[in-house]
């Protein structure tokens, strides 16, 4: 039973508008989440995080919005850029150490 | 500051045998993880070290899976003998733990064949 969900296994956006990756959880306990970016043949890189007490984050061109009671969370990149192209995987934590990741959606962007 | 490295970076091998596979976090990082992505599917928790000693290790698929950690240092992942559904890749991440976010920071990967 997966717990974290990516329903969309890819994204197709032009060159300098918004890019919205969505993730959906099923465990209330879960209370820490992190977006992760991965090239081809790369692991994971960290991208951005956010904490069940916030429900917005943001780092530059890309912010994490959290809904608590949808138990949703999404990915805004603005203006996503061609190097943005990548999967984008979100995981989540119950306040272990353990993350629960999601399957990943392939966004590529469209010069 | 170097990163994680893992090794090999890929590995064929046939069904029955033997691979391993090695994991070094970036110094000082007490925590070490195992993860598994098959092909098109979620990145898949193995397991957890804390130092030397396994913290969580509810995600080992079976007893033909052996992780040790020596001295807490680097980690090594053994299949014996290998099945053809444990092809994937094998990420290994590490993280400094303490206060604070708990970002996990992953190396390239090792992707095992069996044929």
């Known amino acids: 039973d997966q717990q974290v969900k990516q329903n969309s296994p890819s994204l197709s956006v032009q060159e300098g508008r918004i890019s919205i990756l969505n993730c959906d959880y099923t465990?209330?306990?879960?209370?820490?989440f992190l977006w992760y970016k991965k090239y081809p043949a790369e692991g994971p890189t960290f991208l951005i995080s956010?904490?069940?007490?916030?429900d917005k984050n943001e780092d530059g061109r890309f912010t994490v919005f959290l809904n608590k009671s949808a138990k949703h969370l999404s990915l805004h990149i603005v203006p996503s850029q061609p190097g943005d192209s990548a999967v984008y995987f979100c995981?989540?934590?119950?306040?272990?150490?353990?993350?629960?990741f999601g399957t990943g959606t392939r966004l590529k962007v469209l010069a | 500051e170097a990163g994680v490295t893992q090794f090999p970076s890929h590995s064929v091998i046939e069904k029955g045998q033997t691979v391993t596979l090695r994991c070094d976090p970036i110094s000082g990082h007490d925590n070490l993880y195992w993860y598994r992505r098959v092909m098109g599917k979620e990145i898949k928790f193995l397991l957890h070290?804390?130092?030397?000693?396994?913290?969580?290790e509810s995600g080992m698929p079976n007893n033909r899976f052996l992780a040790e950690r020596t001295g807490g240092t680097y980690s090594t992942l053994k299949v014996q003998p290998a099945e053809l559904e444990d092809s994937g890749v094998y990420f290994c991440a590490s993280s400094q733990g303490g206060s604070g976010a708990n970002v996990l920071t992953f190396g390239a990967g090792s992707r095992l064949t069996v044929l």
């Open positions: 995981a989540a934590s119950p306040g272990t150490y353990k993350y629960i």
């Open positions: 070290f804390v130092k030397e000693s396994k913290q969580d």
């Open positions: 465990n209330s306990m879960f209370d820490y």
């Open positions: 956010i904490s069940s007490i916030k």
